[in-house]
């Protein structure tokens, strides 16, 4: 019988993550629809072309996950997060997405995107040793609309 190890790499290579996500999608392949991961990113940019806010996320399996959204602290409240949201969805919803998934910490709660969400709260959890909860939300599209272009 072969003699297995396991090893803490501290940082992993990321030819060794490659590998892993390879062959975990390669068997979840054989048991599910296939794979149709794609990436997804809007970008608020100045007239100078710098990024000034965005969002980024993925498809996949018939969900939006949106990973990271910011704006400048000078943009916020003026629609600019809202309207990142509804392109995105937009985008997910040509792709054949009917869900919406974002995390995110209970500050960012008070932000308009979330108030304007048709949401569920899929959970909490206390993050971090100051009392920050993680949200984890769904959206459907069951109402959607096209964002403003």
Not at 26 to 43: H, P
Not at 51 to 75: C, D, K, M, P, R
Not at 78 to 91: D, F, K, N, S
Not at 97 to 122: E, G
């Amino acid at each position: 019988m072969a003699d297995y190890k396991i090893s803490m790499d501290d940082p992993p290579s990321e030819a060794d993550i490659r590998l892993l996500i390879r062959s975990l999608v390669s068997y979840n392949d054989t048991q599910v629809e296939r794979e149709n991961w794609q990436r997804l990113a809007a970008f608020i940019r100045n007239d100078q072309g710098e990024i000034v806010g965005g969002l980024i996320g993925y498809t996949h399996w018939g969900w939006l996950f949106i990973s990271q959204l910011w704006v400048a602290e000078l943009l916020r409240g003026q629609g600019y997060g809202t309207e990142l949201v509804a392109r995105a969805e937009h985008e997910a919803v040509k792709r054949g997405c009917q869900h919406a998934y974002v995390d995110t910490y209970d500050f960012h709660r008070r932000s308009a995107f979330i108030k304007s969400w048709v949401i569920k709260c899929l959970g909490l959890w206390r993050a971090f040793r100051r009392a920050i909860r993680d949200t984890f939300y769904k959206s459907a599209y069951a109402n959607f609309m096209a964002p403003n272009e």
